[in-house]
């Protein structure tokens, strides 16, 4: 079943819960916390105290994804504060501290998952594909909420998804940037399964109707 993940970079921060509220009375599957350092990418957004808080708010799957440099020095803490997923960028470290950062999330008790930018290659999530719970594809280049969807990363997912079920992988694909009503058929389509939508849901009026435009696509 397709799952919906609203980002929640594009929310209201002034009144967090309630939007996370209405998206869980929307029909949501998991809420998808955006996590950037200025530093892996421009802008700078939220961290440990927000997930704090929403972890108090909310009992939705929270679906940490760290746009940050060296992930490791702070996925004990996230997962602690609240993530029942904490995602790791494969560009964010050496091999072998992504991989050691995904042995801590999971000695948390908590799923772990690694995502790629556009220019990277789908083979980069290779090495860890029999390890992980997700593998998150990146369709706009991460830092920003809104930008548009780039069609040439489809047979990236397309790509990930063979291997996956090739090797009969428990492993979900999730996909972020761009996704909306109209571009979510494309990526199911190519086998993405989780979809990651932040304008296209906290940008309506009616935020069941635009959750299940995306499902449903």
Known sequence: MIKVAPSILSA?????????????????????????????????????????????????????HLMIVEPIRYVEAFCKSGADLVNVHVEADTPERVSASLDMIRAQGKKCGVTIKPATPAEAVLPYLDAVDLVLVMTVEPGFGGQSFMHDMLPKIEKIRGWIDVRSLPCELEVDGGVDAETAALVKKAGADVLVAGSAVFRRADRSAAIKAIRNA
């Open 12 to 64: 209201d921060f002034a009144r967090l819960g309630s939007e996370v509220e209405e998206i869980a009375r929307g029909g949501a599957d998991y809420v998808h916390f955006d996590v950037m350092d200025g530093l892996f990418v421009p802008n700078i957004s939220i961290g440990i105290p927000v997930l704090k808080s929403l972890r108090r708010a909310t009992d939705m799957f929270i679906d940490a």
